[in-house]
């Protein structure tokens, strides 16, 4: 860490083989290990597993790097580590004032900037400890912060597609149009924050006590200015028909022309006519944090005795507040509305041209009028304004003991432990909001006409786009805002509103068994989990709470085999198991059953976990003098994977009045069918110093190195079918990949390390993988993230001992991330040959490169 422009913990760890990331706006912010989905990876501090605020999908980006002494991931689960932990964990290991001497103070301070809206970035943290007699003793403290700024501009476009069910025509299986595009043009202020301290207390050399608290908070505000093109307004124009017909170029049809072959449109090319603006001006104050607090003792007894304990409590904070949207819509007269010009032909770029709508009589037809570049010059009045109050707690308490005795076994030197540990986490969904009509709003003070709630501000982005619009003035949100909460109450959201509580007592015992030739590490962990859940759910016409219990016992044995090959080589088998959990949100027990269509939706409070069996074989060459170099392979068989499905409810626990609803649509989280993901994985790391003798090369050249690593993934899970409510099969079961999973991932690096310079060049690309997986054709299929690289320099130089310059550039490369909708596989899933596609981009983002430079002192 600190050797790379890595602001966070998601970023930091992706330079390490195996370890990829999810970005968001630009930002590294979940991990995938050895291409697992990123709910299959843990996050701990110390050792103590935290829930993330979002739940089990562990959020690294609202935890700066500045925090850590080590980041420590560990991909074979030990029985010491909770079950849950099925592709790894991620340890934050905090500093402590006994890592160093004395008294130690370091600091850093930096600013940069963003080319794209030519945006200030500044950055700073500190940390000061000092060690002192106690007594017989010896106490340290160390206290440590950190401040992390980014102001960005993103330019974005976004195409949703559909199967429109009036396109009868001959190829319309494997035709999917757009309904809706937009842009989504963001200003925005990221900041993270942390504080943290620590205190330890050793009264002697076998005794350690130590009370450790930290704060990090993540910060989003997000101006967001939206323009959606509701290209399907008027998709009943349409006559389904399975006609063929003669493909003419119409410019005066008598539909709006959407998903009309006859008159020339495509789905990547054409002309719609009349079609509704539906703009949003969206204000986002988003808050995520974290606080934990641990007291913690390490103790060692006569005879190899030892005892470790801990108690823990954190709080996890997911604030989503919108500070306020307004919203404004195109009028219903059609020749006040827009006609466009679309064409997606180009998986990156969407072009909108924009013209006057034209009337035609006898019979009512449409054509396209003069050009119009400023869409807001059509009329697009006020129709809607909010302010969202959405807030999720989360309140973890830890407890844990571990009795470990160290003594001769079976000709080697052992350690065995034993441990308890208690876990109850409860999370708290709270969501409330304030909805006005656009005759309240008005009543507010909020105006009608758009114009007077802009800015006349010239693009802050640099997408090609073939339209100018006018940015919403912030502080008038802010104001209109205030406002709606001084003249209006906030309503519950009930069906969103949840309490759900957690309870897992776990015991392990297992065994370290040290030999000349290496080591087993074996044992068992046994996981008793008691699920509550509280929410508010909807029967036909009554709504009231709803309360669900489910507990299941689990136990995961692992063992870990690491031989000694030669003074220099290890190789490592390892056997292991887990179970990821669903999230909080899936758990909750809130359902609606709505009689009239049949259908249930909801949560699943007695969803089982996803069971993982693992094996990783391993050899490392720690090359001599300097060097590393690593090749392995793992293999995982997973079962009950966790998908969000519509199948038939198969119950009778909602039957009530005599109405059996046995037979109605459940759509919600279940579990699916079985898979498995295997890999292998290589890294290296050399660097020229121990051999520029040998090789006759300059004392200067010694300073070169490189770093690489390699992982390739294969991954395929059963998706279940998918039924219609007579019991159809409406799309038969097929094979797909995990969420998360690249085909492949890797890191590139050259660097120089000699003189007090340091500088590094890093690369890393990983290929396209599934972001969603979809159950019908509605939605265009699965979708995917097509393949992410980036390229960041750093250089350091160390003018004295205790004062360093440096300077980043980070996203050099500066390439789009693009997702795209593939529905391929889901055709075929229905009996329609169709092939692989990626064209169809549903979403493309750019964010800019990005500079910093600073100082760094340490003494």
């Known amino acids: 860490m600190g050797r790379l422009p890595d602001q966070n913990i998601a970023q930091a760890t992706s330079r390490l083989p195996g370890v990829s990331v999810e970005r968001d706006q630009g930002q590294a912010r979940y991990i995938n290990l050895r291409g697992a989905p990123k709910s299959w990876t843990t996050l701990s501090f110390d050792g103590i597993n935290v829930v993330s605020p979002e739940g089990r999908k562990a959020r690294f980006d609202s935890i700066p790097s500045a925090i850590a002494g080590q980041i420590l991931v560990s991909k074979a689960v030990t029985p010491d580590m909770p079950g849950e932990t099925v592709a790894g964990n991620v340890n934050v290991i905090t500093r402590s004032a006994f890592d160093y001497s004395g008294f130690h103070m370091a600091g850093k301070a930096g600013m940069g900037f963003a080319e794209l809206g030519d945006r ?25 912060g950190s401040y992390y700024e980014r102001n960005m501009i993103t330019d974005n476009f976004e195409v949703d597609y559909e199967r429109v069910s009036k396109d009868q025509r001959p190829g319309a299986a494997t035709r999917f149009w757009a309904q809706e595009a937009e842009n989504k043009l963001y200003r925005l202020t990221r900041k993270n924050w942390s504080v943290s301290g620590r205190l330890d207390y050793k009264p002697d050399a076998d005794n350690t006590l130590s009370i450790r608290s930290i704060y990090t908070i993540f910060s989003d505000d997000e101006a967001r200015d939206n323009y ?33 072959v006859c008159i020339g449109n495509t789905p990547q090319k054409g002309t719609i006519y009349g079609i509704d603006i539906r703009q949003r001006s969206t204000l986002r104050a988003f ?15 006569g005879d190899g005795w030892t005892v470790s304990w801990l108690g823990n409590y954190t709080k996890s904070k997911d604030d989503r507040s919108v500070v306020g949207e307004a919203t404004w819509d195109s009028p219903s007269t059609r020749n006040l509305r827009p006609t466009v010009a679309y064409d997606f032909s180009d998986p990156n770029r969407s072009r909108l041209q924009l013209f006057r709508t034209i009337q035609l009589a006898s019979p009512t037809r449409y054509q396209a009028g003069d050009a119009v570049i400023g869409v807001d010059a059509f009329t697009k009045p006020l129709s809607g304004f909010s302010v969202q109050d959405f807030v999720d707690t989360t309140k973890a308490y830890t407890g844990k003991l571990v009795v470990g005795r160290e003594a001769g076994f079976l000709g080697g030197e052992a350690t065995f432990k034993v441990g308890f540990q208690f876990d109850q986490r409860t999370k708290v969904a709270d969501e409330r909001q304030i909805s006005l009509t656009a005759a309240q709003a008005n009543g507010i003070g909020i105006p009608s006409d758009y114009n007077q ?9 640099k997408i090609p786009m073939d339209y100018t619009f006018r940015y919403f003035d912030t502080a008038k949100m802010r104001t209109a805002s205030q406002a709606a909460r001084a003249a209006f109450p906030f309503a519950p959201v009930t069906a969103n509103n949840y309490d759900v509580r957690e309870r897992v007592y776990a015991a392990f015992a297992m065994g370290t068994v040290r030999y000349d030739w290496g080591s087993v590490v074996g044992g068992a962990r046994v996981e008793r989990i008691q699920n509550r859940g509280i929410a508010v759910g909807t029967i036909g016409a009554t709504t009231g709470p709803v309360t669900a219990q489910a507990e299941q016992t689990l136990v995961f044995p692992s063992l870990h085999i690491n031989y000694n090959v030669d003074e220099t080589k290890k190789f490592r088998l390892s056997f292991n198991s887990g179970a990821a959990r669903a999230d909080y949100d899936q758990l909750r027990p809130n359902v609606v059953v709505n009689d009239t269509n049949e259908t249930i939706s909801g949560g699943n409070p007695a969803v089982k976990p996803e069971r993982a069996y693992g094996v990783d074989a391993y050899l490392e060459w720690y090359v001599r003098p300097q060097g590393y170099l690593m090749v392995g392979a793992f293999y995982k068989k997973v079962e009950d994977v966790l998908y969000t499905t519509s199948r038939t409810f198969g119950s009778t626990a909602l039957n ?37 003798g040998d090789l006759g090369l300059p004392d200067f050249m010694g300073g070169f190195g490189i770093s690489a690593n390699l992982t390739l993934n294969n991954s395929r899970v059963t998706k279940p079918a998918v039924f219609g409510p007579s019991g159809a099969v409406l799309v038969a079961a097929r094979k797909v990949r995990l969420p998360g999973t690249s085909d492949f991932v890797y890191n590139l690096g050259a660097y120089y390390e000699k003189y007090g310079l340091s500088l590094r060049l890093q690369y890393q690309n990983r290929g396209k993988w599934l972001d969603t997986v979809s159950d019908q054709l509605t939605d265009a299929g699965d979708t995917y993230w097509a393949s992410d690289d980036e390229l960041d320099f750093s250089a350091r130089y160390a003018i004295t001992k205790n004062f360093e310059v440096y300077f980043d550039a980070s996203n050099l490369l500066n390439n789009p991330g693009r997702r795209f909708s593939d529905p391929g596989n889901l055709l075929r899933a229905t009996g329609v040959s169709a092939p692989d596609t990626n064209n169809q981009t549903i979403e493309w983002e750019r964010f800019g490169r990005r500079y910093t430079g600073g100082i760094r002192v340490t003494f």
């Not at 709630?453 to 982005?461: I, R, T």
Request: aromatic share 10%; hydrophobic share 35%.
């Open 120 to 144: 200030k970035e500044y950055e700073g943290s500190a940390v000061v400890s000092n060690r002192f007699n106690a007594g017989g003793g010896e106490i340290g403290i160390l206290l440590a």
């Open 228 to 260: 959606r093109f509701d290209l399907d307004d008027r998709e009943g124009d349409l006559v389904a028909s399975t006609d063929a017909c003669t493909i003419t170029a119409n410019p005066t049809p008598t539909t709006s022309g959407y998903a009309d």
């Open 287 to 301: 808050r995520q944090s974290i606080f934990t607090n641990t007291l913690a003792g390490d103790h060692r007894f």
């Open 453 to 461: 709630f802009s800015l006349d501000q010239a693009f802050l982005g």
């Open 656 to 692: 009530s009045g005599g109405v059996d609803r046995s037979g109605y649509m459940f759509s919600g989280i279940t579990n699916g069918g079985d898979g498995r993901i295997y890999g292998v994985e290589a890294a290296a790391q050399l660097q020229l110093e121990p051999w520029t």
